[in-house]
């Protein structure tokens, strides 16, 4: 029997979380197993802080992730890592964009944006892996690519075949953008 | 075939599997992709509309089941108080063709502005309720409501959370069947004159006691025994995290029809368990339920009326387990939503916080007008409220805020019941202004057409409001149109309208920055010599602007071009 396993898509509103969501549910149903995916629409999409969960095993029930379950944090920015780093699972992983987005307090000058957090993450005995996707996504072409370079690079982890992969794109990314995001995988798979 | 689908999706499949021919919505997290998803469908099989409200839809759907075809409409939970009126009297006059009126809840308020149970509805206007728990739920249930619906002579409410609504999960796909009835006359079950509606109320509380003994027997109500020490009474997503958070260490009894509640199966199932829990998130529906039949379950006194819950909630609660985790001890600054890079409602509120205005807010994108830095609202509460709460709060100060006083309105939500209100300023005189935000979208909800701007949910041409007429016509004679992405005409504008001695309205035009049809320029660059470091464009609140060792900088990737920050400088540092 396959334990439940448990992924969090953590970012900024906007940042294509849900496309990145969508990738990862048709790989893992195409490898049988029963799978639920929670996405935040509506209000938060506007630049808030967003979070989509997924889970899959043999039976899901619930469909969110609560503090100390998650086993693969990938965060699309690095404050939003260390915002949702409780909900990591003891052992668990971190795969974080190096991207920094300022939030609106920090904008504003009423609160700093906290320094070397994956540093300081790290530092908590955390498996964490930072990369620079936005460069990456930028060199396959358009900065709205960092959420298909870090799937590239999950891939690598979450070892799943390559042509699932590469299906789950073909069936989930706009024929418009699909060039453009078979690179930023292969950048991200890469790195 | 089976595929991965978000329990609004699974319900647009439902109801194209049953062979729903007409669809009339108004948008609402969580409950827009509904419709969104039946527009996907062949409209000459499936037809999908976005109505101006969700009474119009409610009606419109009624109509249709009175044609004898099987119709449909959806809305957040908010949106049944606007449809209540028609939802309540359908109630009585039954169905031709079957009605269902999905409803999506909000628990923990992600994108709502109150947290209400809408199975108070479903008692109030003494409906059948079904809420299914994920998306495979979503589509059954749909389907089977048809079934209730014809079979019982009523509408029948389906009800979806946030969580049921916007999770993905394994929906297996089946064929069409299109079902429909014949119209015929029948003044005296269609037509709600008193003489009609008394022996009809008679007929709904018969209904009612058929139904509570379907539901005794549905196979939308289902027990699961396992360990009996420990008996969960639940519903919807609650069902999903007991589940998760007790395994097989307790027996449940899940109810996929909420309303009305069986009697024997309930007490049947509480004779076989030590301990009983009810599970409910929101209100103590079925826990009162529980207490009218005789039982004593355990419920709100332990479990909160407030918010979603989780398997860590109940694990806690139940079973006194918690989860271990780690923690920086960095305060993380919150990222709260804001306006786009780019948004055109900015210009409007920066001038409106600069005038320093009584602002009657009202509910869409421009809400984020009230968060810092602009901090440009005073009310809000629900749709169109913005402008009958003007004439209100102007009539009560007697004129003295006719001067300092504004009320924002976008443009759908201006259709949807802001006209109304402009009526009563029009007809009970108060020179009130009304900013009508006309970005030519209804944006909040993700981006729907809506009968301002031309086309239908198809994207087809449509035809389109004329809000200039309009305001006109009600009787408003000071009408006129600016650009908000121009700073010093939107101040001229307020400014002017304020100080007239009449109603007025100021439609503030300019299409969302998101819109595909919106031609961007690149981004804009800040001249670090030429900055000073005071900060003025910073006032704006755009998230593309930040101070970076100590001047201003613009993010690329974030900036659309729209020249709102460089009316701010005065020192031509920020250049296209
Ligand atoms: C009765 C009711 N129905 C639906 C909603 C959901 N909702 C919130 S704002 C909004 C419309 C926003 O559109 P618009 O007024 O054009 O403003 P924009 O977001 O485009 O700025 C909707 C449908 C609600 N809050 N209340
Ligand atoms: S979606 Fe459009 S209207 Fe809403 S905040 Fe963004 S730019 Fe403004
Ligand atoms: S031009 Fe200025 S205000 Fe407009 S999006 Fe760019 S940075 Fe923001």
């Known amino acids: ?38 996405e935040v629409h509506g209000m938060s999409q506007r630049g808030g802080s967003v979070v989509t969960y997924i889970k899959y095993g043999d039976k899901i029930f619930s469909p969110v992730i609560e503090k100390g379950e998650a086993d693969i944090i990938i965060s699309f920015e690095e404050l939003e890592a260390a915002r949702w780093l409780p909900y990591l699972k003891k052992g668990g992983k971190i795969i974080t964009n190096s991207q920094q987005i300022n939030p609106m307090p920090v904008i504003m ?32 072409g358009s900065s709205r690519a960092v959420n298909v370079v870090l799937m590239g690079l999950i891939s690598k982890t979450a070892g799943f075949p ?16 699909i060039e453009i995001n078979k690179k930023a995988f292969a950048l991200g798979r890469e790195a | 075939m ?18 729903v021919e007409f669809v009339s919505s108004y948008p609402g997290t969580p409950s827009t992709e509904i419709t969104e998803f039946a527009s996907t469908y062949d409209k000459n099989e499936m037809y999908s509309e976005w109505a101006p409200n969700e009474k119009v839809a409610c009606e419109a759907a009624i109509g249709a089941s009175f044609a004898g075809r099987r119709s449909f409409c959806a809305m957040k939970h908010v949106g049944l108080n606007v449809a209540a009126d028609p939802l309540y009297t359908a109630s009585y006059t039954g169905v031709n063709g079957g009605f269902v009126l999905a409803v999506a809840d909000d628990q923990g308020m992600h994108s709502s502005q109150n947290e209400q149970d809408s199975r108070n509805h479903a008692i109030g206007s003494k409906v059948p309720m079904l809420e299914p728990s994920d998306s495979g739920e979503c589509k059954e249930f749909t389907k089977l409501a048809y079934e209730i619906s014809e079979q019982f002579d009523t509408p029948v409410i389906l009800r979806l959370s946030t969580r049921v609504a916007h999770s993905q999960s394994i929906v297996e796909l089946e064929d069409r069947k299109t079902v429909r009835y014949d119209y015929t006359k ?48 639940t519903n919807g997503a609650a069902y999903q995290y007991a589940r998760e958070a007790l395994g097989e260490k307790a027996s449940y009894l899940k109810l996929g029809m909420v309303n009305p509640l069986p009697v024997k199966l309930i007490k049947d199932f509480a004779a076989k368990v030590k301990k009983l829990y009810v599970v409910e998130e929101l209100d103590d529906i079925i826990e009162t339920h529980c207490r009218k039949i005789g039982l004593d379950p355990i419920g709100k006194e332990l479990f909160t009326f407030i918010g979603e ?11 006194g387990v918690k989860n271990e985790y780690e923690q920086l001890d960095d305060v993380i600054p919150i990222r709260p939503p804001v306006m786009c890079a780019g948004c055109p409602h900015r210009g409007v509120f920066y001038t409106l916080k600069k005038l320093g205005v009584f602002v009657s807010g009202d509910i869409g994108c421009y809400t984020l007008g009230s968060a810092a ?12 409220a913005s402008v009958s709460g003007l004439h209100g709060f102007n009539k009560a100060m007697r004129g003295e805020y006719e001067g300092k006083a504004v009320a924002v309105i976008g443009d759908s939500t201006f259709i949807h019941s802001g006209i109304t209100g ?34 239908n949910i198809y994207g087809d041409p449509a035809a389109a409001v004329d809000l200039e007429a309009l305001c006109h016509a009600v009787g408003i004679d000071r009408v006129r149109v600016i650009n908000p992405g121009d700073l010093a005409e939107t101040e001229a504008a307020i400014k002017e309208e304020l100080a007239a001695d009449a109603p007025s309205v100021i439609i503030c035009r300019k299409p969302c920055a998101l819109l595909k049809t919106v031609k961007h320029k690149p981004p804009f660059k800040v001249d670090r010599d030429k900055c000073k470091s005071c900060k003025a464009c910073m006032k704006i609140g755009c998230p593309a602007i930040s101070m970076v060792d100590g001047k201003a900088q613009i993010d690329n990737t974030l900036c659309v071009g729209c020249g709102l920050c460089t009316q701010m400088c005065r020192f031509g540092a920020i250049q296209e």
């Open chain 1, 1 to 38: 029997m396959a334990e439940t396993k448990a992924i969090m898509l953590v970012g900024v509103g906007g940042q294509g979380t849900l496309l990145a969501s969508r990738i990862l549910g048709n790989v893992l149903l195409s490898a049988g197993y029963d799978v639920k995916v929670s």
């Open chain 1, 109 to 140: 000058g009423v609160q700093e944006y906290p320094g070397s957090l994956t540093e300081k993450i790290r530092a908590k005995g955390v498996d964490i892996t930072a990369i620079d996707a936005l460069t990456l996504a930028e060199k396959a």
């Open chain 1, 162 to 177: 390559e042509e699932a992969w590469q299906k789950a794109l073909d069936e989930c990314v706009p024929k418009k953008a």
């Open chain 2, 2 to 19: 089976a595929g991965l689908m978000l329990g609004n999706q699974a319900v647009a499949r439902g109801l194209y599997e049953a062979g």
């Open chain 2, 186 to 233: 029948n003044p005296r079950k269609n037509i709600m004159t008193p003489a009609n509606a008394k022996p009809k109320h008679i007929v709904v509380e018969e209904r009612t006691k058929k139904l509570v003994e379907y539901a005794e027997t549905s196979p939308l109500n289902r027990v699961e025994m396992f360990d009996t020490e420990i008996g969960i009474i």
């Open chain 2, 309 to 319: 819950y989780s398997q860590t909630y109940l694990r806690e609660k139940i079973l």
């Open chain 2, 373 to 384: 830095p602009l901090e440009a609202m005073d009310t809000t509460v629900c749709m169109g």
């Open chain 2, 422 to 455: 402009l009526i009563n300023i029009a007809y009970n005189r108060t020179n009130s202004t009304v900013l009508i935000l006309d970005n030519s979208i209804t944006g909040m909800t993700g981006h729907q057409n809506n009968p301002a701007n031309g086309k």
